[in-house]
Nanobody, 121 residues
Framework: QVQLAESGGGLVQPGGSLRLSCAAS????????MAWYRQAPGKQRELVAQIRSDGSPYYAESVKGRFTMSRDSANNTMTLQMSSLSPEDTAVYSC???????????????WGQGTQVSVSS
């Protein structure tokens, strides 16, 4: 069974920074794409940042230049460094990974439990 453990998040003042981490554990062959999503109250979940299977990054326009996503393939972890945070960034952030099963016969997406990021003075 694959598990994702998120850490980080919390309350920060506007202009501040936070770092989110997500670690995958369990038995599997490999992780392909990795991504961070967020969902604010009353809004749909949106893709914030992604590292695609070919290694190319993607950032939502609203976070470009402020958020940086990185991946540590050796440790099956990923991070989201967030800076210049504003109240509009307040949301529950969740990591998502696409994992190839140990038998290499299938893949599926897994989600972290979600972590609250609140930006307020």
């Amino acid at each position: 069974q694959v598990q994702l453990a998120e850490s980080g998040g919390g309350l920060v003042q506007p202009g501040g920074s936070l770092r989110l981490s997500c670690a995958a554990s369990g038995r599997f062959f490999a992780i392909t794409a990795m991504a961070w999503y967020r969902q604010a109250p009353g809004k749909q979940r949106e893709l914030v940042a992604q590292i695609r299977s070919d290694g190319s990054p993607y950032y939502a326009e609203s976070v470009k230049g402020r958020f940086t996503m990185s991946r540590d393939s050796a440790n099956n972890t990923m991070t989201l460094q967030m800076s210049s945070l504003s109240p509009e960034d307040t949301a529950v952030y969740s990591c998502n990974v696409r994992i190839i099963a140990a038998d290499r016969m299938s893949f599926r997406d897994y989600w972290g439990q979600g972590t609250q990021v609140s930006v307020s003075s």
